[in-house]
């Protein structure tokens, strides 16, 4: 059959993403992307070291990066992305700034990094005050915190699974089981860490559930890379993406008493929020590939376990 009369296929925008060697989430990346964009995605060499503060300096190496940007350069992407959050905050602010220059300079082309698109979210939502959750260790978590203290942004509140690999197969309740716990005084908005971590189905039920935005490791590289170059990430029901999500659950309507635009409705009765008690950390059908601590749940002036 002769299908030259179609005159396909329809041009396609490119965004280039450099992952860890162990990410496991292609799939979860292409559900923000919208139709006429493809991803190209290479990934940094494999290293035999667990989840970890090393590990993420030595997969977040220039001279690592700068091989990955000069290898996806060949299929001329507009932007490349760092997909990986502690690789890129591990070295705080200005060693952010450094990897997206080195990608950037090797490529010729806009770069940014994970946590340099968390930063850019905070500031579209005009979140100052978040809660935060993470599979990684408290070492690792600790290097979040730090590299959002940096910046301005205060953890009010914080659950870790303390997991070194495997994280791909975290099951969503385990997530909301963290969010539940981390979200304690006032937060304006969620923070879910690790583009490792499943999160996609997850966000509309918690953002309805506690009342705030929930952004997420995956969520924001894609956002920040799609708007480098002028696309709307595909996110129904997300409050950064989606403008109805923003005036409904998510309650992000402005105000002018909230210079962010961020106005954070009446907390629902706790007994409503979190209904429910919250369930093991992980399954048990994975617990001889995972480490298998009950979730940490540190509170800045509280209690803190592990």
């Not at 925008?13 to 992952?19: E, K, M, T």
């Not at 100052?128 to 301005?152: C, F, H, M, N, Q």
């Amino acid at each position: 059959m002769d299908v030259s009369f179609l005159g396909g296929p329809l041009p396609q925008r490119g965004v280039g993403v450099v992952a860890p060697f162990d990410f496991a989430l292609d799939r979860e990346l292409w559900r923000w992307v919208p139709d006429d964009v493809s991803l190209h995605l290479t990934r940094t060499p494999f290293v035999p070291v667990e989840v970890s503060l090393d590990l993420a300096r030595l997969i977040s190496e220039h001279q690592t990066l700068r091989s990955a940007v000069l290898a996806l350069c060949e299929v001329a992407p507009e932007v490349v992305a760092y997909a990986c959050t502690s690789g890129s905050f591990v070295d705080g602010l200005a060693g952010e700034r450094a990897m997206c220059a080195a990608m950037a300079h090797s490529g010729e082309v806009p770069a940014l990094t994970t946590s340099g698109a968390l930063l850019e979210a905070l500031r579209e939502i005009g979140a100052r005050r978040i809660a935060v959750v993470t599979p990684y260790t408290k070492s690792v978590t600790d290097s979040l915190e730090d590299y959002l203290g940096e910046a301005g942004i205060t953890v009010t509140g914080r659950a870790y699974l303390g997991l070194t690999r495997h994280i791909w197969r975290v099951p969503y309740r385990d997530v909301v089981d963290m969010a539940r716990q981390a979200v304690v005084g006032a937060a304006d908005a969620l923070f879910i860490s690790c583009t490792n971590l499943p999160t996609y189905d997850v966000i509309p039920q918690l953002e309805a559930e506690l009342r705030m935005p929930v952004l997420s490791a995956n969520q924001v590289t894609m956002w920040a890379a799609l708007r480098s170059i002028g696309e709307q990430a595909v996110g129904p029901y997300q409050a950064l993406l989606d403008p109805v999500a923003r005036h409904g659950p998510a309650s992000m309507s402005g105000s002018a008493s909230s210079p962010g635009g961020f106005v954070r409705p009446p907390e629902p009765p706790p007994e409503a929020a979190f209904a429910g008690p919250p369930g093991p950390p992980v399954s048990e059908s994975e617990a001889a590939d995972m480490l298998d601590p009950p979730p940490y749940l540190d509170e800045p002036g509280g209690p803190s376990f592990g």
